[in-house]
């Protein structure tokens, strides 16, 4: 593995269907060449991610777009014009060249424009778009630095450096209906916000869209993880650290992390991963309790984080 802030080195790998782990703004991606199967393979692999669950493709212009999908609908350009470059994927029909391991075998790609300016020129310096998951082991916690990738997948063959990302936790994905949006995956970008370009399609979203991204476990640390609740109360906490949003629950505990200094929730959406990294990698801690907050627009994003890594946990 190799490391530095070479984009042309990192570009040059791509297209020798190489992987290289690039920063996004919502978290580390593992990038290959999207249109390579061998180099795809090569994701899945390096992960251990089930062939069941499809990647997301990135672009850095409409061109790119053009060539994943034969839909020339005037609402993805108004999404694409509000949205893009930004946290926002959009699920739609694939063309041909997008190989059917990207999309495990379905007959929709997830695109998106990445707003991290490194990511955009590594995808436009390596001509092709980009598949990329989160730079993590699957079902464990993503990555927000390139130290964090180095911890779970030292093998990669190129890690290109770009600081903290800045919103931390992963995309939101829609898919179009005859009736407007359906979010698949809940993000920094909201329902509310969504519904400002398009109306919501309340209709229950179909199984075969929602299977592969509704895995009941996910982003889970080695340590135990739970969401605070009444419990929380009996647990012996000198070798506990609380992921703090209020501060309302801070006492007693031999570790605290504060995700936000101003009750924001993109604070904690901007530093919910690296708490658990920090807690993960801390030998004092043997359980670590986070702080719940409201299902409503952010809220919604983070609390489905949070549910997801405690959901081995709490069985
Ligand atoms: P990740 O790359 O780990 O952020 O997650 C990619 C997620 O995007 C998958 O787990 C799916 O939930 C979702 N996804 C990607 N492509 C599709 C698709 N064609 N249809 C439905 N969901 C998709
Ligand atoms: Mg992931």
Redesign the pocket.
């Known amino acids: 593995m190799s490391q530095s802030n070479n984009i042309e080195t990192a570009a040059r790998y791509i297209q020798e269907g190489k992987l290289v782990a690039f920063p996004t703004e919502t978290v580390y991606g593992l990038g290959a060449n999207a249109l390579d199967p061998l180099a795809v393979a090569k994701i899945f692999e390096l992960k251990e991610r089930p062939t069941f ?4 493709v990135h672009i850095s212009n409409m061109e790119q777009f053009a060539r994943l999908t034969p839909v020339n609908d005037e609402r993805v350009y108004r999404l694409a014009e509000k949205f893009w470059p930004g946290p926002l ?1 959009i ?1 739609l029909p694939k063309s041909d060249i997008v190989p059917d391991l990207v ?1 495990s075998g ?1 007959p ?3 695109i998106r424009m990445p707003s991290n300016e490194i990511a955009r020129q590594l995808i436009t310096l390596s001509d092709c778009p980009i598949a ?3 730079a993590n082991k699957f079902g464990r916690i993503s990555p927000t630095t390139a130290a964090h990738v180095r911890k779970q997948l030292p093998d990669v063959d190129y890690i290109l450096e770009g600081g903290k990302s800045s919103v931390g936790i ?2 939101t ?1 829609i ?1 179009l209906t005859e009736c407007g949006f359906q979010i ?2 809940n993000g920094i970008i909201t329902q509310e916000d969504l519904e400002a370009v398009l109306p919501v399609d309340s209709g229950s979203v179909t199984e075969k ?1 929602a299977a ?2 509704m895995l009941k476990s996910h982003y889970s640390p080695r340590k135990k993880l739970l969401v605070a609740d009444e419990s929380t109360a009996l647990i012996d906490k000198s070798r506990a650290g609380l992921i703090s949003f209020s501060g309302d629950l801070d006492n007693g505990f031999s570790k605290i992390i504060r995700v936000s200094q101003h009750n924001d929730l993109k604070e904690y959406a901007v530093n919910l991963f690296e708490a658990m990294h920090t807690f993960e990698d801390d030998p004092a801690i043997d359980i670590i309790i986070a702080e719940p907050v409201c299902e409503k627009g952010i809220g919604k994003a983070i609390m489905d984080r949070l549910r997801k890594a405690e959901y081995d946990w709490r069985k």
């Open positions: 669950d499809p990647l997301i994927t699920v999309t379905l929709t790609v997830g990329a998951p989160s992963e995309s994905i898919s698949l995956r869209l592969p991204g």
